[in-house]
């Protein structure tokens, strides 16, 4: 506990101190309130990890499921489900304390026709374009509407036959009746309903007005005895508001809203306006495609819910905007995958290496470590034969200062195989291109060990061609050229935003036999390239593979353990 104190965040300590203090009766109530009108990115993550966080650390304590479903022209059941899987995969629980907007609608309208009643609300004729007119603006107070001085006994009227489907779409809305004057420009007699025919994913037809967020969100709060509100700081300059409902209300006890920033990551976009427009116009495969920020991007691309939620750690919680570097993510998934993904060969751009001195009929299968660092999680055996693929790049004629892998005339070590020596080249007569690399080995160096103990810099990997199978690799770079996209979006369509090389797909790449019957969404470290993970697509007769990143560091720091 004394590290959680250490590191608690603003929030937190708040929660603390209310606890401390005995406010609230020492309950905690808080709840992440997602709009399903789309799938959840990272940003919620951090919304995600800290509502359902503080239910997991303090004692009496709850976070709320409750999905914001108050405009049923743009959700649905399939973003619903999206949803609750995400979280759940994120390793959060909300028992039996799922609950809906939707939910309190009826008591919402009672709660709304007492603040008709109180001369507090009052129904508009106007459209809403004259709304929008009148509201004025920083500078200038907004215009009342005709309308704002209507009777009680006529505006409780209207607001029934508004409900009852007399009228149709836009004809009226009900407005709070706050000031036109003041200084912000929310309290300028929002709009609590809009009339929308239309059915619901829960309620079906039986509404037909529906509540505005800024009216349903903090009473939802209230009926569900939230007492720590917490949301992005845009909503603070609506904190007035909804304090206003709660005051004219006589709301007891009430939650409290406490404001933190978003969390902005370079080359990354967070709103669901554009991420849907990205699947909208085909950008991109979808709302789980391994480019996206979303949570079922990141899943399908490899990524841990434990490295997310470890980047929300590393983030923090505070009022301070910022943008985090997408390194940070990076490095927080390479960390974990480092830990626990267990190690297997891969062969991105196959070059036959060929043992002139091995015999064309034997087989070995050798062992190799599946973790160098953690030999609980075993070994498995990979097969050796006289024709081997290695990577292209492991292999120059001419090899530049430094190069430690494979030249003519050099000596190299095959992981976990034998040392070989490269004795000759086949090449294309035409093109001068390598087509084979000639090698003889040392019978005495199985396992990868020098026999007189000589130094060998070099190490690579491979593949027994006769064994390899062939396999898809996706390989995935930033989906946005520039680091804070809407900054630069300016006058620009979507497509010109995007980095042209965002995915390569390697077609003809080669992997361990085992590894054809890897289930989706197991990940690996293949040696020397990063960390992959099997797609969804996967089968065994073609295994495909996301990278998810590559590694940080070089072969170099590999081979100088060996
Ligand atoms: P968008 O603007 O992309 O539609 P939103 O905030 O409207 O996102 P909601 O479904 O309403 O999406 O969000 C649910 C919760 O997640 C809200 O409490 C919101 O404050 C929080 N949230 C959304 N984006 C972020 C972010 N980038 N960082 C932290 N919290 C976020
Ligand atoms: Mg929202």
């Known amino acids: 506990m004394s590290e959680a104190v250490e590191s608690r965040d603003f929030i937190r300590q708040i929660v603390a101190d209310d606890i401390a203090a005995g406010r609230h009766g020492g309950r905690i109530v808080t709840r992440f309130p997602p709009e399903p009108n789309g799938y959840l990115h990272i940003g919620h993550a951090k919304a995600i990890c800290l509502n359902f966080g503080i239910a997991e650390e303090f004692p009496d304590a709850q976070c709320f499921l409750r999905m914001d479903d108050t405009n049923p022209s743009k959700e649905s059941q399939e973003f619903v489900d999206a949803i609750q899987r995400d979280v759940r995969w994120l390793g959060f629980d909300w028992g039996n304390h799922q609950t809906h907007a939707s939910d309190y609608f009826e008591r919402l309208y009672e709660l709304a026709v007492r603040l008709v009643r109180a001369g507090d609300a009052y129904v508009d004729g106007s459209s809403a374009e004259e709304i929008r007119a009148s509201r004025g603006t920083l500078t200038e107070p907004g215009r009342a509407s005709p309308d704002r001085e209507r009777s009680i006994e006529e505006n409780l009227d209207l607001f029934a036959r508004m409900r009852a489907g007399e009228f149709p779409d836009g004809r009226y809305v009900l407005r709070a009746k ?177 043992i002139t001195d091995y015999d064309a009929e034997r087989e070995e299968w050798l062992a190799a470590a599946n973790h160098p660092r953690r030999p609980e999680l075993g070994e498995r055996t990979v097969p050796f034969s006289r024709e081997l693929w290695i990577e292209r790049d492991d292999f120059a004629l001419d090899p530049p200062p430094k190069f430690h892998r494979l030249a003519p005339g050099r000596e190299v070590r095959l992981r976990y195989g034998y040392l070989v020596t490269c004795t000759d080249v086949v090449r294309d007569p035409a093109t001068g291109a390598v087509l084979e690399v000639h090698c003889t080995h040392d019978p005495q160096s199985r396992g990868g060990n020098a026999p007189d103990g000589r130094k060998v810099k070099g190490t690579i990997h491979w593949l027994s061609a006769r064994h390899a199978v062939s396999a898809e690799i996706r390989l995935y770079d930033r989906l946005f050229v520039d680091p804070n996209p809407m900054a630069a979006r300016e006058g620009k369509a979507l497509g010109e935003l995007l980095n042209p090389d965002s995915m390569a797909i390697v077609a003809d790449a080669m992997v361990e036999p085992s590894l054809a019957a890897a289930a989706p969404e197991s990940r690996f470290q293949f040696e020397r390239q990063g960390y992959f993970c099997a797609d969804p697509d996967t089968t065994p007769e073609r295994p495909v593979f996301n990278r998810t990143v590559t590694l940080r560091d070089t072969w170099a720091k590999v081979s100088r353990r060996d």
């Not at 309290?187 to 609590?192: E, F, G, N």
């Not at 609506?238 to 409902?245: A, Q, T, V």
Request: hydrophobic residues 35%.
């Open 178 to 354: 706050i000031d036109m004057a003041s200084p912000n420009i929310n309290l300028r007699d929002p709009v609590m309903y809009r009339i929308m025919h239309r059915p619901h994913q829960m309620t079906g037809d039986t509404w037909c007005i529906y509540p505005m967020y800024d009216w349903a969100h903090g009473q939802c709060d209230w009926l569900e005895g939230v007492t720590h509100s917490l949301c992005t700081l845009e909503f603070e300059d609506h904190r007035p508001l909804y304090d206003w409902f709660l005051d004219r209300l006589g709301a007891s006890p009430r939650p409290r809203q406490y404001e933190f920033s978003r969390l902005n990551l370079t080359h990354f976009v967070m709103s669901k306006r554009v991420l849907s427009a990205l699947v909208q116009e085909g950008h991109v495969r979808g709302w789980d495609d391994p480019r996206m920020p979303t949570i079922q991007g990141l899943r399908r691309r490899g990524y841990t819910p434990e490295s997310i939620r470890d980047l929300c750690t590393r983030v923090g919680v505070t009022r301070k905007d910022n943008v985090v570097e997408m390194a940070v993510l990076e490095s927080c998934v390479r960390e974990d995958l480092d830990a626990r993904a267990p190690r297997a060969m891969a062969v991105l751009a196959p070059l036959k290496l060929v």
